[in-house]
């Protein structure tokens, strides 16, 4: 599967954004996605995660309460909500899929897009 992650900018603390990761070349029904972010010089990072059916979430504690991901299999797509952004959120975000299940942990995903920047200012 091809994934092409979209949505990210510049905007000021406060605002929203929503990211997009379309799919192609196979079914997101078979998979389990995730968001993951890198700001510069730290580690990747799990951001949210979400099962194939949409039953099951998870998000890391910092984006808990202001981050929402959600998925469209119709699309083929899977968006991520990101409201009451700060300028911590800063970085790139990636989206992934895992051929498995849900999962926290960053190899257990088989597929990754390019990346697209976020960046919040004070």
């Known amino acids: 599967v091809q994934l092409q992650a979209s949505g990210g900018g510049l905007v000021q603390a406060g605002d929203s954004l929503r990211l997009s990761c379309a799919a192609s070349g196979r079914t997101l029904t078979r998979y389990a996605m995730a968001w993951f972010r890198q700001a510069p010089g730290k580690e990747r990072e799990l951001v949210s995660a979400i099962s194939r059916n949409a039953t099951t979430t998870y998000y890391t504690d910092a984006v808990g309460g202001r981050f929402t991901i959600s998925r469209d299999n119709v699309k083929n797509t899977v968006y991520l909500q990101m409201n009451s952004l700060k300028p911590e959120d800063t970085a790139v975000y990636y989206c992934?899929?895992?051929?498995?299940?849900?999962?926290?942990?960053?190899?257990?995903?088989?597929?990754w897009g390019q990346g697209t920047l976020v960046t919040v200012s004070s």
């Open positions: 992934a899929a895992n051929g498995m299940s849900i999962a926290t942990r960053r190899e257990l995903y088989d597929y």
